[in-house]
């Protein structure tokens, strides 16, 4: 079982496992069943720029249900004017079609898991990896209390934003009327921490919109949404460097916890999917089950985004730690997931001693700009170690990708 210590911070109390679990169920819950209830249709005409998740999320019906109908693969091209059947809602699939990669076998054994399902994805963190650390052995740092470094090149938070709050350098950070910007969800102070150790001049948009990952969805379930909020940073950007109009560069979407309902419902619009250069997870990707897997019409916008950071168009970082939650797809079995509808698996791998707060590495994956790093530890202080990563992964990764124009300070 999870060990739930209590609350030690203001803004942790919202992010205690014991009130995460049950909020993150709750929120799951919702994007789980059906998204859609048209009346159902024996025929769809594919158009320009649809895929195949897009058309089950339209009808109410698995992906895996319509690959099956179809006899096709999830991972099978689909052209405009293409005619495909449409299963009815709730039908399920007699024969579903094999992930790519999928082999029924179990992965490197990195964690010690005794439990071998079927689909190696559904496998368990192992007793191994279900330990606790305190402050003292985390080298005197509680996670969820991270120091303060103070605020660099960057002035205070900004309310210009229709949602939550940004941070853009005193002076400078834009190059002929155009800037680079992360939008961060959920745990935007400690995730603020770590941003100005190493940014020097792209914007940091950071919302926390509650406990869940139901409140991200509903809030960007619109692509007007998203348009809205880029639109009111680019004009505050603007507005302070004297400039008639600004316009965003490199656009990153990143998050911690529930912050991923928001990261995957503006990746599921293709406008905003072909706009975003970067995405990092940190310990935040559940999913519901379906049969013997997990939920493909959730984790479809990142699955798409994976292979895109595979191929070098674009980059993705997820770090997953040990935590099994109750009744839903633990970020373990969903970076997984990832990982097997890349084709690989991950890679048992040691601890770093450049690990943050206490972290244990135990697995990796890397394939091109895609990466994966697994980690042990179950409790709300392991949870919180992973906002650590952030500082490393804008250094080595995302800095010397985005070469963002310069900020100073006062």
């Known amino acids: 079982m999870t060990r739930r210590p209590g609350s030690r911070g203001r803004w942790l109390r919202p992010s205690c496992l014991a009130l995460l679990a049950g909020a993150l169920l709750l929120g799951i819950g919702s994007a789980a069943g059906p998204i859609a209830h ?16 897009g058309i089950a999320r339209r009808y109410g019906v698995t992906v895996d249900a319509l690959c099956a109908k179809n006899g096709i693969s999830e991972d099978a091209p689909i052209k405009p004017g293409q005619v495909l059947l449409v299963p009815a809602p709730g039908e399920k699939p007699s024969h579903p079609p094999a992930a790519e990669g999928d082999r029924g076998e179990s992965p490197p054994s990195a964690d010690g898991s005794a439990e071998r399902p079927r689909n190696w994805v559904l496998a368990k963190p192992g007793p191994s990896t279900q330990t606790q650390k305190t402050s003292a052995e985390r080298g005197g740092i509680n996670p969820c209390l991270s120091p303060d470094p103070g605020w660099g090149v960057y002035d205070h938070w900004s309310r210009a934003p229709t949602m939550g709050q940004m941070i853009t350098p005193h002076r400078g950070g834009v190059s002929n009327g155009r800037f680079d910007v992360m939008f961060h969800f959920h745990g935007h102070e400690p995730v603020r921490k770590e941003w100005v150790r190493i940014q020097r001049g792209a914007v940091l948009v950071g919302i926390d919109l509650g406990i869940g990952s139901g409140p991200y969805e509903a809030s960007f379930r619109s692509a007007a949404a998203f348009g809205e909020l880029l639109a009111s940073v680019e004009r505050a950007v603007a507005e302070k460097n004297g400039l008639k109009a600004a316009r965003a560069r ?42 013997d897997s997990l939920r493909a019409i959730q984790l479809a916008p990142f699955v798409d985004f994976a292979r895109r950071a595979r191929g070098g168009e674009t980059f993705m970082f997820v770090s997953h730690s040990s935590i099994i939650p109750p009744g839903y797809a633990s970020t373990t079995e969903t970076a997984n997931y990832l990982i097997q509808r890349l084709g690989g698996r991950p890679s048992a791998a040691r ?24 980690f042990r530890g179950n409790d709300q202080m392991d949870h919180c170690a992973h906002i650590g990563l952030y500082k490393d992964v804008l250094k080595v990764y995302v800095a010397p990708r985005w070469s963002s124009p310069r900020g100073y300070a006062k």
């Open 351 to 374: 601890p770093r001693a450049g690990d943050p707060w206490g972290l244990e590495l135990i697995s990796r994956f890397d394939r091109g700009d895609f990466h994966v790093r697994g």
């Open 38 to 53: 048209a009346a159902p249709k024996k025929e769809h005409r594919v158009e320009s720029g649809q895929s195949l998740w």
């Open 250 to 291: 490199k656009i990153g979407l990143s998050a911690w916890s529930a912050g991923y309902g928001a990261v995957g419902e503006i990746l599921r619009h293709p406008k905003w999917a072909a706009r975003v250069d970067t995405v990092v997870l940190l310990d935040g990707l559940h999913a519901g089950y379906d049969r």
